[in-house]
Nanobody, 120 residues
Framework: QVKLVESGGGSVQAGGSLRLSCVVSKVYCYYDVSWFRQAPQKEREFVSRVDRDDRTTYADSVKGRFTISRDSANTIRLQMNSLKPEDTAMYFC????????????????WGQGTQVTVSQ
């Protein structure tokens, strides 16, 4: 069973930076990895994604401020700069379902999340 562990969250002032990490417990092949976030009383929303070919996409709200990268086969980072109070949320990483090696199915998997709090 593949597990994801996020870390790097914390409390910062507006304009500050944080770097989140998502560590994947087992790597059978390169996964498509996304970051989502959820603020209190709001729906979970897409933040950024790096696919198996290292192509990246971003939500408009974070474009130019956040950078996603695959540092190794099992570690994906989210560098967050110029943070705003509206970035305050629990941040989750997710891998999409994938068939690895022709017949090894890895299901869609979510981590437990890491809290990011940005104050004025």
């Amino acid at each position: 069973q593949v597990k994801l562990v996020e870390s790097g969250g914390g409390s910062v002032q507006a304009g500050g930076s944080l770097r989140l990490s998502c560590v994947v417990s087992k790597v059978y092949c390169y996964y498509d990895v996304s970051w989502f976030r959820q603020a209190p009383q709001k729906e979970r929303e897409f933040v950024s994604r790096v696919d198996r070919d290292d192509r990246t996409t971003y939500a408009d709200s974070v474009k130019g401020r956040f950078t996603i990268s695959r540092d190794s086969a099992n570690t994906i980072r989210l560098q967050m700069n110029s943070l705003k109070p509206e970035d305050t949320a629990m941040y989750f990483c997710k891998i999409d379902e994938r068939i690895c090696g022709g017949n090894w199915r890895v299901p869609t998997t979510w981590g437990q999340g890491t809290q990011v709090t940005v104050s004025q």
